[in-house]
């Protein structure tokens, strides 16, 4: 049975930048987050894996954003007995699990911290992140990006 605990989380990169956008009074902005996540094993001790989640929210020509946002945090695990490819795809979830409220708080401090309306992201299960993880048997995420904000 797989087995690891988390030894150090840190914020990577932590970036806001206001758009300059001519916005009417009933003009509405549709964020949509992107997340993506990195894992690597330690080449010195395999024990040793690192796992980046990072969301990120972009101001493109279609659809723009008020504000560009990126938020980047590591963890650093201890994972023991890690065999089987299931056991690194509930490595993969967990590992997500642990790190995205570290996120989702740094997201909602960010932009409160910037004296913009607040975004907090929802409470999601780790394995609705990404579509590796939901399995034959997972979850589906729809987030509606009217109840995002």
Wanted: glycine content about 4%; aromatic content about 8%; charged content about 25%.
């Amino acid at each position: 049975m797989i087995d690891y605990s988390l030894k150090a989380l840190t914020a990577d990169e932590l970036f806001f930048k206001v758009n300059p956008i001519k916005a009417t009074p009933d003009m509405k902005f549709e964020i949509k987050p992107t997340f993506s996540r990195q894992i690597r094993q330690a080449n010195e001790n395999p024990e040793i894996n690192i796992v980046m989640l990072e969301c990120k929210i972009e101001s493109k020509e279609d659809s723009p954003k008020p504000f560009n946002l990126t938020a980047r945090f590591v963890g650093v695990f201890e994972v023991k007995n890690m065999n089987t490819d299931e056991d690194k795809r509930i490595f993969a979830i967990n590992s997500t699990e642990t790190i995205f409220p570290y996120l989702r708080a740094a997201i909602t401090n960010l932009t409160a911290d910037a004296l913009v309306n607040p975004l907090t992201l929802p409470v999601v299960p780790g394995a609705t992140l990404f579509p590796e993880d939901r399995g034959a048997g997972g979850y589906t995420l729809n987030v509606d990006p009217k109840i995002l904000n």
